[in-house]
């Protein structure tokens, strides 16, 4: 799986969007990007994926570059509760494949 | 809520101790994962089930073993605990009641000092 790289961390005032870059410049052709996060203390919770394509759900969206090498999370109106390591994953959506988590950006919203 | 539990939620024990930790599922996946967090180490991976009575292991798999008798359930047994497996654990299945078969969705955790 390819390895990814992001910022070890990043502030962001409450009610504004939050943006998290990431950049995978080894990507493969069937490997997706996985966006997790973690709230302290708590397991890892599934926030979105995609392959080439943007995707937005309730939660946030997903910026892919045309190239495939990096990629953004977008939170629209970030909250305090968003306060969270983010977790930018590559790999083949295949069942039974390991995620690979990295140390992720930390990401502190500010009142 | 991907109905994952994993129990004991905390535990402290002595080194030299065996440990079962229990992971239990409600979504009949046939995959399970445990996971190991530690500071500046991310995630890493255990052992892992494809199946009951299917196991293979992780990158970091020395110290540990595993069992699934049933579906739902998926153990991580420490035969003798020590220091360095002082962790918070994480069990994770495949897939979700909300999501793809290709997601993982993680369990709470559970916090073990080994003294």
């Known amino acids: 799986d390819a390895k990814t790289t992001q910022p070890p961390s990043m502030d962001c005032a409450e009610g504004r969007a939050a943006n998290l870059p990431c950049n995978h410049s080894t990507i493969s052709g069937n490997e997706y990007v996985y966006w997790y996060r973690q709230i302290h203390s708590q397991g890892p919770q599934y926030i979105i994926h995609?392959?080439?394509n943007n995707e937005t759900n309730e939660m946030a969206s997903l910026i892919i570059t045309e190239d495939r090498k990096s990629s953004t999370l977008i939170l629209p109106h970030a909250t305090l509760r968003d306060t969270a390591v983010y977790y930018c994953?590559?790999?083949?959506?295949?069942?039974?494949?390991?995620?690979?988590f990295g140390t992720g950006t930390s990401l502190t919203v500010i009142p | 809520d991907a109905g994952i539990t994993q129990s004991p939620r905390h535990k402290v024990t002595e080194t030299g101790t065996p440990v079962t930790l229990r992971c239990h599922q409600t979504?009949?996946?046939?995959?399970m994962y445990w996971y190991r967090q530690d500071p500046g180490h991310g995630l890493r991976l255990i052992h892992y089930s494809y199946g009951v009575k299917d196991t293979d292991k992780g990158e970091v798999s020395d110290g540990y073993s595993v069992s699934r008798s049933k579906t739902e359930d998926f153990l991580l047994t420490l035969e003798s605990a020590t220091s360095s497996q002082t962790s918070v654990y994480f069990c994770?299945?495949?897939?979700?009641?909300?999501?793809?078969?290709?997601?993982?969705?993680f369990g709470p955790g559970t916090r073990l000092l080994v003294l």
């Open positions: 979504e009949n996946h046939r995959y």
């Open positions: 994770a299945i495949q897939g979700g009641s909300t999501g793809t078969q290709e997601t993982q969705y």
């Open positions: 994953i590559v790999r083949v959506a295949q069942t039974g494949n390991q995620f690979y």
């Open positions: 995609g392959l080439k």
